[in-house]
């Protein structure tokens, strides 16, 4: 146990040193193209010789990657060119707000996924699984943009009870409550309907298992059956694929605060990649990165911890 | 709970019809079925795949699924008809008073509950008793389904024992609230044959101790002689036959049973002179059954007009109490007649030696990422998947190879094949060295010359491609067709050879039945010329009529071509029928080697003694001594210091079974056993497998006249006129078949004498008059057991040769000795352990 | 089920290959979804195709004075907009129509792409295994890492049009702005996409690599690259043909969110995506602009994920 999580450790560290790599040669093995980057495109060449001259960017590639990641390890991603601010100032306010949607949009998903896919797959082949399978198609096939137009035309222009927008500039406070629902409403629709599928695949495979059989031919009622012996082997496989969605729920979750000018890392990130705020991208992408290696980290113990196959051997 | 009532039946299934829904309609899947199980009896059912045994079972249990359904006739459990229960009275029954055992335990087991939890609930919920109360009664159940260690396996998960234990499990589950009746689905097909060989013998004693009814589903036909007192045999849907198992075994009345016992490898069936008949044609899909009778298309008896005109009823056979037969004519049909006959096919000549395996080895590297073994520096350890092996194959000649999973006969087959190099030794195909040629080095005529059959006919073919484009692509590939011209004439050439229409080169896999598509395997196979061919299971996943078909196939072309095979096999039956020689593996090395004479008959090595009795033989003339091995087949990963059997061996001496190597003992004519036993220990074995022909069952006749038992001295029966012995119950089998001396009526015991076996050839003629013979004496018998080494087996052979009493033995001379040590196949030990002496000191008492 | 229908030996397979593929359709008619499904994909794709053959508005003719104009409006020139115009005064039903062919072109090419370097990863990694499987299967990790949209950012804003790389691709290799766009969208989605297929094929092609056929076939001495590209990656293209019309979908959905995030193909050609953000800045007045691109996207995806789904059902079937 402890030994797999020492193995997938460092596998995470050798992701994030791969990634940490790639991002540096993406965006910073061009020194002088950074420096007109950071500068403008105005500045001069001689400005931009000093600015690179100052900023120790004539050592070598390898003590210039070795000098970020180190300090990137300590937060230290340098100073937004946009806003001249520390980045990591500007990230931890952003990934604040980013949590609050993102952990209510995944609290609320995976409560309504798990409720429909086991209903849906108990009952394979039924009306009700049917019904709920085409819902969960129809949900997953409108992307957040779309189902965000259609929400806004509906809520705020049509019966106009809900603001259009999530700019929150008062900070969160319970009286801007409502502008939450929007986005929220927007990554649940499209988030719920593959999640859902997943726990109804699961739950069909577990009840037409032979261990499933052998406990009804033994005569349990029905409820032990289902609590007992399939719930928990059926939502083994869900519970480790919805942590590793995480990655995928952070995806809509940068669209849907771009669309609702919602105050989080999504937006933080989408303005800099347009102003080309070159260290913001980078500080976002390996936050972005590490949320998504560690969820998967927490995936694959969590397995191991729920599967007594694995656990055991 | 009541005692039942003797006289009702525990089940009784009255015309009972089962369907499936599907897309295409209605399928019946069960026609008017019909069966009584009485209490404490045991009822097998028994036919090949798609036949629709498992789904009688399923309906017993009211548990048909969603697009299934019982549409007719009434199925009565204690005289109830169990369709008109509710929901909630099922329940209570399921699991308490019927319960069932399932073929894979793995599956049929929850993966993440204790087995402690999987147990109590049964206990718990059916008869409201504590969590301890539970716990308790399933610690008894476990021991008395011979679990060791019970309490460790309660607080086991089910990946943590293995599959043996595992089933052991679930027969302790279904038995834990003493159910009246007990459903098993083919519950050792899972396991490997020494394993089963336990669960078995274990099934037998359930009646005996639990006094449950049993219904026990199969499609081996051994499995069901040595479990059940009656049998309904199934054929597309229908059961054809039902009986008592000695009026089914030898007494059949309906074509098809005939059919399945004439193409089974029963032991006293030859490849050359008296090869398996398989049935023709293949079973037919449930919604293209034909009118009338199912069978018809296939039966050699088929009459038009009588059997085509409208659907069958069981009727009851004249004469034969209970027995009843789906066939309007059985009265028309001579059942001797009906045997097969002898061919008068020749046995093959060997060629000179093709294949040379010398000391060959094959280690693989497994390496342990675990920081314990890092530290300590064992980070990689060597797994013998092979260990020496060294024999010759000759052309022309089969030679088999046969062990259990893990035994490393599929390492053997990729290294001759070339996918793996050997780590050491020579393999020498036509004197050159190939052991560490890959595959991709060899020249096509080698790669040809060298070729493979394959176990899965589901998988031996690639389903995207057509038959004609795999074969055309091996002809190209091997060199032998240059063009497509060339490759199509030759594909048409081979498809001819395994006896399949040439228009199925232009079909796909998924449109060729099981044997079809191993026929295509098997032209595959020879397309290049192959002078060794390795057969890995060739036939175990089709059912026993195609079998006999794809058997018959393999030996023709072997025979025509001279071909050398090597054959992999778990499957001793097969092997006996099959095979010039064998090689017996067992954790990766040979334990024993010989011409297949010389293995199935003594002196064996202990495994192959083991794995002979261990394997289930549907022939009621046949005894079989049982062996039970203790424990479970040790991984390969982690074998057992010095013999590799030692854990196991029933024959174990003592610590130098545990610390040594046991050397090859030579003992003539090339068979070679692997053992700590000295030869004349191994040479005083007695026989596993006894049959009728041999010498013993004349004396028999004459003690105990009976009724006989025909399936192997076929040749020579079949020429007596077939007249219906009447029925006489058979004797309950025991549940540990001792050597217990078959009967058979002096009339046919006369009959068989010219059949005297190859076995009876080889040994020294002896006498024909043996002891006196007296009666048996009207006061006690004396005790014979007490002279050494006799058990209570031998007492009973004794027995049955007229000696009862110590002062017979005493008075044996130099010559009654040597006929009785014949008879009893000692070799020489009662000389040895001086009877005589022993039984003349007993005497005086 | 599998031995009962390998018993059916009835008629040979004369069958050509149309004959089959039609087939296959006739079978989905047993499935309602799926039907729904081919419906919407064949209506967007005909669209797609038969596009210039409709009497429809110049997408790209700007109509003075006829800005946002709502559905079912005449201009000044008495042209009936349908659906309305945008803010530029272009014709929305126009756009809408020949959007579908820009985004299905893109993504047909895109998925193209990404699959087939995913396939190729996916059975080299599952049938070579060792090195091959741990050094593809890394690589794959590491790109997963990735939330999809920060992958597509990094990339387009590190390479993109105002790039070194993107000059460089438009001067040097004379490339147009719109195929340096494209071919920089399909590499981003390839980057993104291919090691998600390559892990299904993994999948796939390590349990039929253990059937026997394969083993037929190495025992016969083919080469690796006929073995996985002869007998295994035929034999999965029941799950990858579901799972690429899903995939196609996913990828429209990406062209469009690229276009919406104004780092898609660039302008004038209409573009679904981008269509809804010029909409979104006039807020009511943009509804109309909004709306229809939006509602195109998701029936398309949606035709693809129904057709996916009855295609399943049906392969499941039997």
Redesign the interface.
């Known amino acids: 146990m402890i030994q797999l999580a020492g193995k997938r450790l460092v596998q995470m560290a050798l992701i994030m040193l791969t990634v940490s790599l790639l991002l540096f040669l993406a965006f910073e093995a061009d020194k002088y193209s950074l420096a007109g980057k950071v500068l403008g495109a105005y500045s001069t060449q001689d400005q931009r010789l000093l600015w690179l001259e100052e900023n120790g960017y004539n050592a070598p590639f390898v003590q210039r990657y070795f000098t970020w990641i180190i300090n990137a390890a300590r937060g230290d991603f340098g100073e937004s060119v946009q806003f001249a601010t520390p980045v990591s100032k500007l990230l931890k306010d952003h990934l604040l707000n980013t949590a609050v949607l993102g952990g209510l949009v995944f609290t609320i998903t995976v409560s309504i996924a798990l409720v429909l896919g086991v209903l849906s797959g108990i009952a394979e082949g039924s009306t009700r699984d049917r019904g709920i399978t085409v819902l969960a198609v129809i949900t997953t096939s409108v992307p957040e943009f779309a189902s965000a137009t259609i929400l806004v035309a509906i809520f705020v222009f049509w019966l106009d009870i809900l603001p259009g927008t999530s700019p929150f500039s008062n900070g969160l406070t319970w009286s801007d409550a409502n502008q939450l629902v929007l986005p929220v409403m927007v990554l649940v629709i499209y988030n719920f309907g593959y999640y859902t599928r997943m726990t109804r695949a699961s739950m069909a495979e577990v009840m037409t298992s032979q261990y499933v059989r052998t406990a009804i031919l033994k005569g349990l009622p029905y409820k032990r059956v289902i609590m007992r012996h399939a719930l928990r082997n059926a939502l083994i496989a869900p519970f480790t694929v919805m942590i590793l969605q995480l990655n995928y729920l952070l995806s809509g979750v940068i669209v849907t605060e771009v669309f609702f000018s919602y105050k989080g890392f999504g937006k933080l990130l989408y303005e800099a990649a347009l102003f080309g705020d070159i260290f913001v991208i980078e500080a976002c992408a390996m936050v972005a990165v590490f949320i998504a290696v560690f969820s998967q980290f927490v995936s694959d113990i969590g397995y191991t911890l729920l599967n007594p196959r694995i656990r055991f051997s | 709970m009541a005692k039942p009532d003797m006289s009702t039946p525990v089940l009784e299934c009255n015309n009972v019809s089962i369907s499936y829904y599907t ?1 295409a309609g209605e399928i019946p899947a069960v026609v008017d079925f019909n069966m009584k199980v009485m209490p404490g009896e045991a009822v097998g059912i028994v036919g090949e ?2 036949c629709g045994k498992s789904t009688v079972a399923l309906a017993i ?1 009211q ?1 048909m699924g ?1 697009n299934g359904d019982i549409v007719g006739g009434e199925i009565k459990f204690m005289g109830r008809d169990m369709r008109t229960m509710s929901e909630e009275e ?7 008073r019927i ?2 055992v ?1 073929q ?1 335990p793995m ?7 204790l087995i402690k939890e999987q147990l109590n ?2 206990l718990i ?2 008869e409201g008793i504590s969590e301890e109360e539970a716990s308790k009664r399933s610690i008894e159940m476990l021991d008395a389904v011979r679990l060791p260690d019970p309490q460790r396996v309660m607080d086991s ?1 089910p ?2 024992i293995s599959g043996g234990q595992q089933q052991r499990v ?1 027969i302790a ?1 279904a038995l834990l609230s003493k159910p009246q009746l007990l459903l098993l689905d083919e519950p050792t097909t899972a396991l490997d044959v020494t394993v089963e060989a336990g669960v078995v013998e274990l099934i037998k004693d359930i009646s005996k101790q639990f006094g449950t009814s049993m219904i026990y589903i199969s499609h081996n036909l051994g499995l069901i002689l040595e479990t059940c007192d009656k049998i309904a045999v199934m054929y597309s849907g229908e059961a054809v036959e039902f009986g008592s198992v000695s009026q089914v075994f030898d007494e059949m009345r309906h074509p098809y049973t005939r059919g399945l016992f004439n193409s089974i490898p029963l032991p006293g069936a030859d490849r050359y002179s008296r090869p398996l008949v398989p049935i023709r044609g ?2 037919p ?2 919604h293209e059954r034909p009118t009338g009778c199912n069978f018809g298309p296939r039966c050699d008896h088929f009459k038009d007009g009588v059997c085509n005109v409208e659907a069958l009823h069981m009727q009851d056979v004249s004469a034969h109490l209970g027995h009843q037969v789906r066939c309007e004519r059985y009265l028309n049909i001579d059942w001797e007649a009906a045997k097969p006959k002898a061919v008068a096919g020749e046995a093959i000549s060997y060629g000179k030696t093709i294949l040379q395996v010398k000391n060959m080895q094959k280690y693989y590297e497994v390496h342990d990422r ?2 314990k073994a890092l530290i300590s520096g064992k980070a990689s350890r060597f797994v013998k998947a092979n260990e020496k092996l060294d024999f010759e194959a000759r052309e022309a000649e089969t030679v088999a190879i046969v062990g259990e999973s893990g035994c490393g006969k599929s390492t053997f087959a990729k290294v001759m ?3 793996e190099t050997a780590t050491g030794g020579e393999v020498i195909l036509n004197g050159q060295e190939i052991g560490q040629i890959t ?2 080095k ?1 020249t ?1 005529q080698m ?2 010359s060298m ?2 059959i ?3 006919p ?9 038959v004609g484009s795999q074969i055309g ?2 002809l190209r ?2 060199g032998v067709a240059k063009n497509k011209e060339e490759a199509l004439e030759k594909t048409y050439k081979l498809l001819d050879l395994v006896k399949l229409p040439r ?2 080169a ?9 044997g ?2 191993q026929r295509v ?1 098997i032209a ?1 196979a020879f397309a290049g010329e192959a002078q060794v061919v390795v057969a890995d299971e060739p036939v175990s996943a089709l059912d026993v009529s195609v079998q006999a078909a794809v058997t018959g196939l393999l030996t023709d072309i072997q025979r025509e071509r001279r071909t050398t095979m090597l054959f992999i096999s778990h499957d001793l039956s097969v092997v006996r029928y099959l095979a010039d020689r064998v090689v017996v593996m067992y954790l990766g090395q040979i334990m024993e080697q010989g011409d297949t004479d010389d293995i199935y008959s003594p002196p064996y090595h202990p495994y192959t003694e083991a794995l002979l009795s261990a394997v289930p033989i549907a022939d009621t003339s046949i005894t079989k001594k049982h062996i039970v091995l203790e424990g479970e087949l040790p991984s390969p990963m982690n074998p057992p210091s010095g013999c590799p059997f030692q854990t196991r061996c029933p024959r174990k001496i003592g610590a130098v079974c545990e610390d040594e190597l046991p050397a090859v003992k030579d003992l003539g004519g090339g068979h070679k056993i692997m053992c700590h036993l000295s030869e004349e220990e191994l040479r005083a074995m007695e026989p596993v497998i006894a049959m009728p022909s041999d010498k013993k069952k004349k004396a028999a006749a004459a003690a105990n006249p009976g009724r006989a038992k025909a399936a192997l001295a076929a040749a020579s029966i079949a020429a007596i006129p077939g007249v219906d012995t009447p029925p006489v119950p058979r004797a309950k089998t025991a549940a540990k078949i001792e050597l217990t001396v078959k009967k058979a009526p002096p009339k046919k015991a006369a009959a068989k004498k010219p059949a005297a076996k190859k076995a009876t050839a080889k040994k020294p003629a002896t006498g024909k008059t043996g002891p006196e013979r007296l009666k048996k004496p009207r006061g006690k018998a004396d005790d014979l057991k007490q002279i050494s080494g006799v058990g209570p087996k031998l007492e009973q052979t004794l027995n049955g040769l007229g000696f009862w009493h110590f002062n017979q033995i005493a008075k044996w001379r130099k010559s009654d000795i040597a006929i009785v040590d014949d008879e009893l196949s000692f070799k020489g030990r009662i000389e040895r352990d001086d009877w005589v002496k022993q039984a003349k000191a007993l005497a005086r008492k | 089920m599998t031995d009962t229908t390998a018993e059916q030996t009835n008629t040979p397979d004369s069958n050509s290959g149309l004959k089959k593929f039609l087939s296959s359709f006739s079978l989905l008619r047993e499935s309602w979804v799926g039907m729904i499904g081919l419906f919407l994909v064949v209506f967007w794709v005909s669209i797609a195709i038969f596009v210039d053959l409709l009497p429809l508005q110049d997408p790209l003719a700007q109509t003075r004075g006829a800005i946002n104009l709502p559905m079912l409006t005449e201009d000044k020139k008495g042209i009936m907009h349908w659906m309305g115009t945008d803010d530029r005064g272009r014709d929305l039903l126009a756009r809408l129509l020949h959007g579908s062919r820009v985004v299905l072109f893109w993504s047909t090419l895109a998925t193209i792409v990404a699959y087939s370097v995913g396939m190729l990863m996916g059975v080299t990694a599952g049938y070579r295994g060792g090195w091959w499987d741990e050094i593809i299967s890394f690589m794959g990790n590491v790109l997963l890492s990735f939330p999809q949209i920060v992958l597509l950012l990094v990339i387009l804003t590190a390479f993109g049009p105002n790039s070194n790389v993107g000059v460089w691709m438009n001067s040097t290799l004379g490339l147009g702005k719109t195929v340096v766009s494209g071919a920089l969208i399909i590499v981003a989605i390839t980057f993104s996409t291919a090691p998600q297929v390559a892990r299904i094929v993994r999948g796939i092609v390590l349990d039929l690599k253990t059937r026997d056929y394969i083993a037929a076939a190495e025992v016969r001495g083919e080469g690796p690259l006929w073995i996985m590209l002869v007998e295994l990656l035929p034999n999965a293209r029941g799950p990858l043909i579901v799972d690429a019309c899903l995939r196609l979908g996913y990828v429209i959905i990406t062209i469009a969110l690229l276009g919406f995030l104004s780092l898609g193909l660039p302008p004038p050609d209409p573009d679904w995506g981008k269509m809804i953000s010029d909409g979104r800045q006039w807020g009511y007045n943009g509804l109309n602009i909004m709306l229809w691109p939006a509602l195109a996207i998701s029936s398309l995806v949606l035709g693809l994920n129904l057709l996916a789904d009855g295609l399943r059902e049906i392969s499941l079937r039997d």
């Open positions: 897309r795949s798609g249990m548990y969603k099922l329940r209570d029954i399921r699991g308490s319960s069932m399932y894979e599956a049929s087991l929850n993966p993440s509950m609930e049964v919920y059916h998960f990946h943590q679930v589950m293949q079973l899909l449930p675990s920081l094949l070339g996918l595959v991709h060899r096509p790669v040809g070729q493979m394959f176990q899965n589901f998988e031996t073919l690639n389903p995207s491609h057509t692509r091996v590939m091997f228009d199925f232009m079909r796909r896999p998924r449109q060729l039945s099981g079809q598509k395997g595959r």
